[in-house]
């Protein structure tokens, strides 16, 4: 049988490892609340489009105008702090997520982007964005706007288009971003938040139990 003080060393090594598991989580939600990184939720927002229209609406209608506000919550604050700010990229693709390009180029349109009346500095895109192929060059035309920044993309047809496809404005991730997911993916394929949050569940209830029993051994 323990006497009461082996019997109480006994607990607080018990309490000592609950600690030890405890400590993870600590380091981990630490790590999160300063270093703020980029969530694998986060991706999907990083990606999303900004606006699309039907070329073949805009080759009826002779013109077509967007409006669309550049992201600026949390997430993206979260984005831009840690992969930069990706500025935008206006081009031309087939419906749905074949993600092959078509030249703008040869699209016969006419773009322009401006803000308050106020024209937005469009330039080349040589390279096609992260997830697309392109055979030929440019991909399309870039341009870079301030974080909540409200702006108008006007399209004018000025030849028919034979091809079915799409324009769209969307984040201008280049190859380089590749690095930034893999990271990402990092943490998700180890399931590190729940890795962690479970080892402190199992730390606390550890402490919470060994404090149990060292009360009810004492009354």
Sequence with gaps: MFNYDEERRAHLWVAMFGLLLLAPAVWYWVWIWI??????SDVYVAFARLAEVSLKQVEN???SH???????????RRIRHN???????????????????YCLNDLGLGVDVEENGRPINLETA??????????C??????FRAPPGATLRINIIAKDRFTGVA???IEPYWTANTKDHLVGVSFQADLHIRT???????VGLATISLTALLLFLRRT
């Design 166 to 168: 799409n324009l769209i």
């Design 83 to 101: 992969w930069g700010d990706p500025g935008y990229i206006i081009l031309a693709s087939p419906p749905g997520q074949k993600h092959q390009l």
């Design 137 to 142: 060059k440019p991909a399309g035309l870039q």
């Design 35 to 40: 270093a703020d990184p980029v969530r694998p």
């Design 126 to 135: 040589e390279y096609p964005p992260y997830g697309y192929s392109a055979n």
């Design 195 to 201: 890795v962690v949050n479970t080892l402190a569940v």
């Design 61 to 63: 209608d002779g013109s």
């Design 66 to 76: 967007l409006t669309i506000t550049i992201p600026d919550n949390s997430v993206w």
